[in-house]
């Protein structure tokens, strides 16, 4: 029933779309990804508090992730040794440029919830923030953009957040220095990467894919809907291995279940919706290809879906990084404490982002029937 | 609208009770008092492992209650001074014997949610525990009938519990130490009370009420319905200060707001929800008396609504319990931490309460349009 509403070729009138839709498609992506990186190089050696390089940053990781979903969904169609030696560098770009955005956005979730879980202002934490120069801490909701995830000029440790209660205040600090440090590595990591000879041969590949798509020659007349169903169909299947039952049911508590395990960060159960989430992604992309639609904004609650496994893998780590933080040596009892009630409220929104899911995915199904 | 169909005076058909009917009650409340009585005092001196002073207890605090309710809903017809110095003292004898259940059941439930957080098998903790003669803990899931809460030989603390991880065990161990000091303190409470000069007044009060309802003239000819109503009023006037839309938001993350903050154990938040909880109570007692009912089993729904709030109190206090042993000097820093997931899935539980309360009262609501 889903199958059906979600189903690309169901949305398909007209002549059916073949190799030169998905070359029109990889053209447009590569050269998003070369405008990205003018951009980034552009705007990198400019003046700190530029927002450039996160847009850039961001641009440059959209633009792959498309590129090499692309080439995963409609291998048969393209040359396989250059799609075959293609995929994984795109990955490791994407991959090595998302890490500190990750950090960032990791952060700045954990302490926006111990301002919410103390009963304080993250307001008035980043007020003063800006009033001493530092960036605004905790004032960006959980899924707003981020302002600090470019790879250049990495923002200064924020010391203070507001009233932070004692525990609060001392997991945040510790949180916030064990993030940070990992963000300034990723920082580094990624320029690094973005100097090198690895990047230059890939984003010459991008260059070279930009005006020429090694098609295969039969791919001109090839129909690409059965791929893109098969990409869909791909998701479906791993949809039904997923408890929704149990997700749909609010406040299961089935996100906390060996919670206090020790053997368990990050949680295995989180697997399979992780799995679907890039699933789910590898079938957004291909329904862009085959519609012709590069923003792929067609399908809201296909979007919806796809945010709320965002939203879960983004709990699943914040609960892990606060697990993490409370094996630090030394630490305070009332500091273990306060990461505890935060590792327990962020597999909460684990269980919440399990339960959106759901309730999306049922309303594909009914709508659909 | 939900007031129409939880309002008493809807299903009474015939004539409107009157004194008569209240007498009737107050009478068999009262011969359910001391035939408890009678079972505790018979009981209470009986083998170890019995039984009988549980329910005899429960039994005599069910029968207080309900004196005690209908003293307070239908006072205009009953003598004044007698009733005014009755209400304290029923209020004395359920509340002094309902605190060792109170501290059993949230041993139990904390316990149970260690154990369910640590991916571990309670049962297996409570076979060892029965293999060594011990009681069998944390076997009873949150809402059976605890066992060992009777006003006679309190069970010995339980050493194992199934093979916690090394914080929950901590956690679950300095919960068990500090919830059983308690229980035994009131355990040794109950039991002088029960001796004690003041104990005997209020049961020879009762013997008296068994035989003669000491109502006012008019009470005969007066009908009942209207102070009933009133009760039922005092319940929805205070149902409509609660944050039910939030509450009917899965996932609001609403319960655990302040859960870090050091002054707020108990939660001040809660406490709207806990006087909805006696006010329920109350109207469902005087249900009772009005529909000659004494089961007051009628309404399931009504029922369930307070079954949940029981939940919510229950819960309440499991979570205050964690967050005040977490604050016990010198506890390990994984044990802390522990207890902090434990208070946040204890308020977790708080949430999933107030959920399930908005639900039955919706369902009420929409029954009676």
Redesign the interface.
């Known amino acids: 029933m889903a199958q059906r509403h979600l189903d690309p070729t169901d949305h398909v009138a007209g002549p059916a779309p073949t190799g030169d839709a998905l070359a029109d498609y990889l053209r447009g992506q590569a050269t998003e990804f070369l405008r990205a990186l003018r951009l980034h190089r552009e705007n990198g050696a400019g003046a700190n508090g530029s927002e450039g390089p996160v847009d850039a940053a961001l641009a440059l990781r959209r633009a792959a992730r498309r590129i090499s979903a692309t080439l995963h969904t409609f291998q048969p169609l393209l040359d396989t040794d250059w799609s075959e030696g293609m995929r994984p560098e795109l990955a490791w770009v994407s991959g090595t440029l998302a890490m500190e955005h990750a950090y960032t956005s990791r952060l700045e979730r954990l302490l926006t919830a111990?301002h919410?879980?103390?009963?304080t202002d993250p307001a008035a934490g980043s007020r003063a923030d800006v009033a001493a120069g530092s960036r605004a801490a905790g004032a960006a909701r959980v899924g707003a953009a981020p302002r600090d995830a470019g790879l250049r000029n990495p923002p200064p440790a924020t010391q203070e957040r507001g009233n932070l209660?004692?525990?609060?205040a001392k997991a945040g600090a510790l949180l916030d220095r064990q993030l940070t440090l990992a963000r300034t590595r990723a920082h580094s990591t990624a320029l690094q990467a973005m100097g090198s000879s690895r990047f230059h041969a890939i984003a010459d590949k991008v260059a070279v894919l930009a005006s020429e798509v090694p098609l295969k020659p039969t791919a001109k007349t090839t129909d690409l809907r059965p791929l893109a169903t098969a990409a869909h169909d791909r998701l479906t299947d791993a949809v039904t291995t997923l408890p929704l039952v149990t997700a749909g049911h609010?406040?299961n508590?089935a996100a906390?279940?060996?919670?206090?395990?020790?053997d368990?960060v990050p949680h295995p159960q989180d697997a399979p919706w992780h799995q679907v989430r890039l699933l789910l992604r590898l079938h957004r992309y291909a329904r862009e290809v085959v519609l012709g639609e590069p923003d792929g904004t067609s399908d809201l609650r296909l979007l919806a879906a796809g945010q709320a496994l965002n939203q879960h893998r983004d709990a699943s780590e914040a609960a892990a990084a606060a697990a993490q933080a409370?094996r630090t040596p030394r630490?305070?009892?009332?500091?273990?404490?306060?990461?505890?009630?935060?590792?327990?409220?962020q597999r909460?929104?684990v269980?919440?982002a399990r339960?959106t899911f759901q309730q999306c995915w049922q309303k594909e199904a009914v709508t659909a029937r």
């Not at 209660?165 to 609060?168: D, E, F, H, S, W």
């Open positions: 111990l919410r879980l103390s009963g209660t004692v525990g609060a609010p406040y508590a906390l279940i060996h919670g206090l395990s020790p368990t409370a630490i305070a009892p009332a500091t273990a404490y306060a990461l505890g009630v935060l590792h327990a409220d909460h929104e269980e919440a339960f």
